[in-house]
């Protein structure tokens, strides 16, 4: 390993700067690009509203990197985000039916019914992924389709309403300290997902598994049930930002989420260097994944590029990143 | 040790036997308990139906199992389909809007260009896979949306209208003694592609590249260019598939993949595609289309909710994978 | 969340030195472990049948045989990976059943797999302490286990950095890694599976004084190895398997070299090795300054000879297989020439190669060698279906392609001998044939051998050599990678012998022994701790 030592660095730099760097480079280079093509890009709501769909993105991606981890993949987010955004605005109008102005009933009632979306779709991707070792895309499939034909199924494709106002006033649209409330809830949410990643011994097996399945296992590590908690883990994230997004919209739709969210989730994930093949991934790098993806979504709205344009270019930033991540991968086991 | 080995093959054989005939028995099934809620199922018409809807399905499917057998995937077939629909009768209308267009001409062009359509996007999706490695699921996703925004935009969201009526005639209305057109089609891409498959280096080579990509690449086979050409094939013959289902619906509709991804995927898998690559044919994919489409046209007859019908799609999706993992096991 | 039942104490406790009992080794007790009629089957193949095994305290149990006489599997069994078809197995008196790798090692049998048990994207202190990570409430406490593994590391001596990251270690250093991590727990049965295999003179000076050390405190130690040296310093009883069955345990003392080999191998040696008579003819493969990009072999210079065997030798990780895996095509070169037959062969790929009639022989003949899903048939004419012989114009021949395979398969002695079974059912052996039918179906003239009898029985090996006798009288080159030393020592004209990626010696006639060769192979030329 003498020889060469310059060829060996300069690999690992050129590597390093696709793995990492590269987020960092394309956040300040779309900043630059706004703040002399779209001055509206800095004004206040505008900010807010990238914020907003920032921290909405990263609840999402946070809980598919996880899944991503264990050398997973979950296609079912978005239809998670629908099928929880109805289930909690149905049974928050149903609950309050029976119980007017009950908030301190309806709210909780609602918000555990959006979660349980999460864990039964969770469990069954996890159930299916970790016993029948079976291609995680099938089986996440199969629930995105069941998932989401539950959603129509209970709306018919109306917007359902019937909220209590607290609801909806008091916290999806309500600023604490002058912040939307769904930025703190993403904060504490990324902070979390830190702390177990680097604290605990969940992370570290989440870790092991998607790294090396048989080394963990001959360890001693729980593999099955690590996958399950992460599936388990993912859905409930995706629970969680349908959760804040029906807040902030106030009715309950079937077609939230969707498809753009789901894309949009890997796509962040893969451009903050998440392996597809597992064992690699941190939570920070996910969240500036998406406030990247966010800027750039919402730098297209501002100057009016066509919304189905958009969905091609996310697109084509999706497989670049892809293209790139295995770039970087190949350059490392060569060094 | 050989007599052993005797054994064990022997054993495999009555497993593989199992989960060979399997399919068909529940296929028959299918068809029984259908029958039985509504008579209508087993009508000579509705019989001659499910012959002609699941033609097209065979073709999606026949398609998709390409892909599968390399150990891929293609996630855009759905969007591919409603792409070409869209921009092959913008074709054809548009060049028959305007003074004394040649109507032999503007099919042949709009055919044309829906094909090259399905070539592009399986091009894409060939390069991404084969030579910058990107994982299938990935880059199908990826152009999925680039597809799907090619659709949306060439037609702003709605149905082209005034799509030939003498192209339905060739496609969808058009026999040869009495066989109608989809079916003629179907069969002949099987045909084609049971050739391909069973007879050709390239088809070989899929298979070889399936059952393990790294040894297919030590052995000398070109796996990059294999890889990409059956990206391509996929892609182009769903741009056939889309072309006869937009001469049935006489429109261009950004909404005709649908569901098409997902079935395609479900009638392949279920028919006996491995998704561990390498194993898998034409016939598999007749049976898994039979299957699925008996399965929609059974639901339709009795009257089930369509979105009903998307959760039992979902659920015949994890199905499949259950079968999957049984036929692997078996082997 | 119930992960794993970890006791910091756990850690703690088998560090060497502080284990309470020392009997002496050898004294008659109770064995540690106790197997008895054990047999063990895998679709094509009985692995273990009917084996008879104990391991006593303080004792170095050598398991002896060749590759495929069952240690592997033997060893597997006792560290749980899968549990055996019949018979007995006792571990300190007590009869085993459902054991998982997981409690096996819990229970004090800790595995040390030439395959690695590491993860590699993670560093070496979180791998140590996987599966029983110092933690209150699932939170870890990172600094413990930090001076935990600082301290142990730099107990058994190992020039090891606790945050380095596995994936960027040597594999010396990967290995010890791997030592470090089986003594972690309370350690009462020790599996060390050719552990110098990778490791440099005073790495393993190293190992063998830890070995002595957890000798004294009872540790029993089963050792798989194949060198003789190593047996005949450290072993007190010996055990070898054959083709699946005990043939004999026998106490180490005064036990000669070659009743081990005869033992291990059924036969007198010169019976297993065919004599050959080389006759060198023009050069058919000539390397000249060849690096690799990945730097695993630098300005290598090498040639190989019509009619002749040309050996490489050295440890795992030499580079030795890179460089023919690069002559085929299959590493990227950095820089230096090939020629084959006096021609330069510019861009090595496959394709290429086969056409100009290099054939290169993986070694690992699941990753890269078969289909396994596949029919033999397939799997043999695969590399010639650009030939006439069985395509035209791209569409197969397949009333030819059945013949030609057949006959091919024939020639080699596949038994039985139906094309149409698929790769995956097949033993090591006949594995080993389909790969060497697609060299026949052919014009080769360069067979690259990449240790062509790892895996397979006795029987079959004696198959192989004899083939390459054969292709070396009709006037073949064949270049021999092997980590054997008596398969190269027998076979070879010419010897290489590679060290840290580079050719260091090329040995001919009488300097083809086993001292010279192990000498080549540990020179330390300053850079022996990796980075």
């Known amino acids: 390993m003498s020889t060469a030592p310059g060829m060996a660095m300069q690999e690992e730099l050129t590597s390093r700067i696709l793995r990492v760097g590269l987020l960092p480079i394309l956040l300040t280079l779309s900043i630059a690009f706004m703040a002399v093509f779209e001055q509206k890009f800095f004004g206040l709501n505008n900010i807010f509203n990238v914020l907003r769909s920032t921290s909405f993105l990263a609840i999402v991606a946070a809980g598919q990197m996880l899944v991503l981890i264990v050398a997973g993949f979950d296609l079912s987010v978005g239809a998670v985000i629908a099928l929880t955004s109805t289930v909690m605005a149905k049974t928050m109008a149903a609950v309050g039916a029976a119980f007017p102005e009950q908030n301190a009933v309806i709210i909780p009632l609602g918000i555990l019914a959006g979660l349980g979306c999460g864990l039964f779709i969770g469990l069954i991707n996890g159930l299916c992924v970790a016993f029948l070792k079976v291609s995680p895309f099938m089986v996440t499939l199969g629930t995105l389709s069941i998932a989401t034909g539950l959603a129509l199924l209970l709306t018919q494709g109306i917007p359902v309403y019937g909220m209590p106002n607290g609801f909806v006033k008091d916290f999806g649209r309500a600023l604490w300290f002058g912040l939307p409330t769904t930025v703190y809830v993403a904060l504490a949410i990324i902070l979390a997902v830190w702390f177990v990643q680097t604290r605990t011994k969940f992370g570290r097996y989440l870790y092991a598994v998607g790294g090396n399945l048989q080394a963990a296992i001959v360890s001693g590590v729980p593999a099955r049930l690590n996958v399950i908690m992460a599936y388990v883990l993912c859905s409930m994230l995706a629970s969680t930002a349908g959760i804040l997004m029906t807040a902030r919209l106030g009715s309950g739709q079937a077609s939230m989420g969707g498809n753009s969210m789901m894309l949009q989730s890997i796509a962040a994930a893969v451009i903050a260097g998440v392996s597809l093949r597992g064992g690699v991934g941190k939570v920070e790098l996910v969240a500036l994944g998406a406030l990247f993806l966010s800027i750039l979504t919402n730098a297209m709205n501002l100057l009016r590029v066509d919304s189905k344009m958009q969905v091609v270019v996310l697109g084509f930033i999706l497989v670049i990143a892809a293209a790139l991540e295995e770039f970087a991968q190949r350059r490392r086991r060569h060094v | ?331 | 969340m119930s992960l794993s039942a970890t006791v910091p104490d756990a850690a703690v406790a088998g560090q060497p030195g502080q284990t309470k009992a020392a009997p002496s080794p050898g004294a008659a007790q109770a064995p540690l472990i106790e197997i008895r009629g054990v047999s063990k089957s895998f679709p094509g193949v009985k692995a273990l049948d009917d084996v008879d095994f104990d391991l006593r305290p303080g004792e170095v149990h050598v398991l002896f045989g060749e590759n495929g006489a069952g240690k592997s599997t033997l060893i597997n069994i006792i560290a749980g990976t899968f549990a055996q078809d019949s018979g007995e197995f006792a571990f300190m008196g007590e009869p085993l059943r459902g054991l998982t790798p997981h409690r096996a090692r819990v229970m004090g049998i800790s595995p040390v797999f030439q395959e690695f048990s590491l993860v590699a994207e993670m560093t070496v202190e979180e791998n140590l302490f996987l599966g029983r990570e110092i933690a209150r409430g699932g939170v870890l406490d990172r600094k413990a286990m930090r001076a935990r593994s600082a301290d142990i590391i730099q107990d058994l001596g190992f020039a090891l950095e606790p945050n380095r990251k596995i994936a960027d270690l040597s594999r010396a250093h990967q290995q010890m890694a791997e030592i470090v991590k089986a003594l972690m727990g309370e350690v009462k049965v020790l599996i060390l599976d050719e552990p110098t295999a990778s490791l440099t003179e005073r790495e393993t000076v190293r190992l063998f004084e830890l070995i002595a050390e957890l000798k004294s405190q009872g540790v029993g130690i089963i050792y798989v190895s194949h060198r003789m040296a190593e047996i005949r310093e450290l072993a007190d009883r010996i055990t070898v398997l054959r083709d699946g069955r005990l043939v004999k345990t026998l106490d180490a003392e005064g036990v000669g070299e070659n009743e081990l080999v005869e033992l291990m191998t059924g036969r007198k040696i010169d019976l297993l090795f065919p004599p050959i008579d080389h006759q060198p003819a023009g050069t058919l493969l000539q390397i000249e300054g060849l690096t690799l990009l990945n730097g695993d072999a630098r300005e290598i210079d090498f040639y190989a000879r019509a009619g002749e065997i040309t050996g490489i030798a050295g440890l795992v990780g030499c580079g030795k297989s890179e460089l023919i895996r690069a002559v085929y095509g299959l590493e990227p070169i950095a820089a230096g020439d090939i020629k084959i037959a006096g021609e330069t062969f510019a861009h090595p790929a496959p394709a290429a190669s086969l056409a100009r009639g290099v054939c290169y022989f993986p070694s690992d003949r699941v990753a890269e060698g078969l289909a396994l899903g596949r029919p033999i048939r397939e799997n043999v004419s695969v590399s010639a279906l650009g030939l006439e012989r069985f395509a035209r114009k791209g569409i197969i021949k397949r009333l030819g392609e059945r013949k030609l395979v057949q006959e091919i398969v024939g020639q080699l002695g596949l038994r039985p001998p139906n094309i149409e079974r698929l790769a995956g059912n097949l033993s090591g052996g006949n594995r080993q044939k389909v790969m060497l039918s697609r060299g026949l179906t052919r014009e080769t003239r360069v067979f690259l051998f990449d240790e062509p009898t790892v895996g397979i029985d006795v029987g079959a090996k004696v198959e192989v050599y004899d083939l390459m006798k054969a292709l070396v009288g009709e006037g073949a080159a064949i270049v021999l990678v092997s980590s054997e030393l008596p398969e190269v020592l027998h076979l070879c004209n010419r010897l290489y012998v590679m060290h840290q990626g580079r050719m260091v010696a090329e040995l001919t006639g009488d300097d083809i022994e086993e001292q010279t060769v192990l000498a080549c192979f540990f020179r330390e030329d300053g850079d022996g701790v990796a980075a």
């Open chain 2, 1 to 331: 040790m050989s007599e052993s080995a005797k054994a064990e093959e022997g054993g495999v054989n009555v497993i593989g036997w199992i989960a060979q005939a399997m399919l068909p028995i529940a296929l028959v099934l299918l068809l029984l308990a259908f029958a039985a809620a509504e008579q209508r199922v087993l009508s000579l018409g509705n019989l001659q139906n499910i012959l002609i809807q699941s033609s097209y399905l065979v073709i999606f499917a026949s398609a998709q199992m390409l892909v599968i057998i390399t150990r891929g995937f293609d996630l855009s077939l759905g969007t591919a389909v409603s792409a070409v629909s869209v921009v092959s009768a913008l074709l054809m209308t548009g060049s028959l809007a305007g003074e004394g267009g040649s109507l032999g001409l503007a099919i042949f062009a709009g055919v044309l260009i829906g094909l090259g359509v399905g070539m592009l996007i399986g091009a894409f999706n060939g390069i991404a896979v084969a030579w910058f490695n990107v994982n299938p699921f990935v880059a199908t996703l990826g152009s999925l949306n680039i597809s799907l925004g090619i659709a949306t935009m060439a037609s702003d969201g709605r149905p082209v209208f005034n799509v030939p009526r003498e192209f339905s005639a060739i496609v969808y209305n058009g026999n040869i003694l009495g066989i109608p057109a989809p079916i003629l089609f179907a069969g002949a891409t099987l045909l084609v592609l049971h050739f391909i498959m069973a007879h050709t280096v390239f088809g070989r080579g899929l298979y070889l590249i399936g059952g393990n990509p790294r040894a297919a690449e030590v052995a000398g086979l070109p796996r990059q260019r294999y890889v990409m050409i059956a990206y391509i094939l996929c892609s182009v013959i769903a741009a056939l598939g889309a072309l006869l289902l937009t001469g049935r619906t006489g429109s261009g509709e950004p909404n005709l993949g649908g569901n098409l991804t997902l079935e395609s995927i479900a009638a392949a898998v279920i028919g006996g595609v491995s998704l561990r690559g390498g194993v898998g044919g034409v016939l598999a994919v007749i049976l898994g289309a039979l299957f699925v489409t008996v399965l929609s046209n059974g639901m339709n007859l009795n009257r089930i909710d369509g979105n009903v019908q998307m959760i039992v799609l979902g659920c015949v999706i994890i199905l499949a994978v259950f079968l999957d993992r049984f036929r692997a096991a078996a082997t």
